[in-house]
């Protein structure tokens, strides 16, 4: 099957694609700062970048897209170039093992939402972050 979109469209629409600053990392954010939970960082050098990062207590977010790390739920494989997809999305979902497996051998606490569970219960993901924060010793 070949692609529905021209070359020059499907490059635009993957351009638009952002991998900061995504919706659901807004939401979380705008909802931290409304219960007045301070004291995380943005765009903290660490191994995978998470998304949100409480350095003190310890504690990192990612928001993983459904799509692009195989979500069990929402995941759909593309039709067209189905070698390379399912590659590139087999190496994101083994790279977050990993990064997951160095994090927490540093002694971080590692929190991981899907895009879905984020826009569906935004609320729900907030509680999780404070109980984290909250069982944790600076």
Known sequence: ???????????????MIRAKNTGPE???????????????RLHYKLPGRPDIVFPVKKVVVFVDGC??????ECFVRP?????FWDKKIRKNV??????????????????RF??????KA???AVSRIIYSLKS???
Not at 114 to 119: A, D, L
Request: hydrophobic share 30%; aromatic share 8%.
């Open 79 to 83: 039709k067209t170039r189905k070698d």
């Open 136 to 138: 944790r010793r600076t």
């Open 114 to 119: 899907w895009e879905h569970t984020v826009r």
């Open 1 to 15: 099957m070949t692609d529905v979109l021209t070359k020059k469209q499907r490059s635009y629409n993957m351009s």
């Open 94 to 111: 083994a790279r977050d093992k990993e990064v997951t497996r160095i994090l927490k051998k540093s002694g971080w606490r590692v929190i």
């Open 122 to 124: 935004p609320q729900r």
């Open 67 to 72: 799509f692009w790390h195989k979500c069990p």
């Open 26 to 40: 807004i939401v979380l954010r705008k909802l931290l700062s409304k219960v007045k939970i301070r004291g995380y």
